[in-house]
């Protein structure tokens, strides 16, 4: 599976879009991108997948670049409860394991 | 829908004792669970593969003979920590995927917490 990159740690106001960035430059043609967060304590939550178009459902939106090298998480209008650490993870579709890296420290500000 | 369950949420136990985990999917069939181990301030790392009927697949490092896995069942995984240590403290996560054509997902219980005194 390719390796990501994320920043450690982000800070976003409350209310404001929140974009959370992740670098894949070594994706291959039929990986996917894959969104979990993981609030403290918790067990991780999904967000959303794409291949290379740009998907949104009701949490959020990805927007994956031309080259599939990046990708961006949006959430639109952040509120404390999406306080979390989030996973970009890189997988093939029917690839049953996720390898997850050290995610993002999102903290939103009141 | 996708809820996953865990059973206990936290345990504390004495050194040598077994620990069993249950992790429950209960609106849907789950073709595989996985089950996960976190200790503080680190990410999540893969313990072991499992799928219904058949012997789970255990990630290199973790000891097999130590943390038992049964899944007895397309809505029932256990992971059993037998003799367990103080350094088996964790947080202990199952998911559950759904295979199908359009979407290959899993989803995650809340976790169970287990200090190993």
């Known amino acids: 599976d390719a390796k990501t990159t994320q920043p450690p740690s982000m800070d976003c106001a409350e209310g404001r879009a929140a974009n959370l960035p992740c670098n894949h430059s070594?994706?291959?043609?039929?990986?996917?991108v894959y969104w979990y967060r993981q609030i403290h304590s918790q067990g991780p939550q999904y967000i959303i997948h794409?291949?290379?178009n740009n998907e949104t459902n009701e949490m959020a939106s990805l927007i994956i670049t031309e080259d599939r090298k990046s990708s961006t998480l949006i959430l639109p209008h952040a509120t404390l409860r999406d306080t979390a650490v989030y996973y970009c993870?890189?997988?093939?579709?029917?690839?049953?394991?996720?390898?997850f890296g050290t995610g993002t420290r999102l903290t939103i500000i009141p | 829908g996708a809820v996953v369950s865990q059973h206990p949420s936290w345990v504390i136990c004495k050194s040598g004792t077994s620990v069993k985990i249950e992790c429950r999917s209960l609106?849907?069939?789950?073709?595989?669970m996985f089950w996960y181990r976190q200790f503080p301030k680190q990410s999540l790392m893969l313990m072991a593969t499992?799928?219904?009927?058949?012997?789970?697949?255990?990630e290199q490092g973790v000891e097999k003979d130590k943390f038992l896995i049964n899944h007895a069942s397309l809505t029932l995984s256990t992971l059993t920590v037998t003799s367990a240590h103080p350094e088996d403290s964790s947080f202990y996560i199952c998911?559950?995927?759904?295979?199908?054509?359009?979407?290959?997902?899993?989803?995650f219980g809340p976790g169970t917490r287990l200090t190993v005194l």
């Open positions: 070594t994706i291959s043609g039929n990986e996917y």
């Open positions: 609106d849907f069939q789950a073709t595989t």
């Open positions: 499992s799928n219904e009927g058949s012997k789970a697949t255990y």
């Open positions: 794409g291949l290379k």
């Open positions: 993870i890189i997988t093939y579709f029917g690839n049953e394991k996720l390898t």
């Open positions: 998911s559950a995927m759904i295979a199908s054509t359009s979407t290959d997902t899993q989803y």
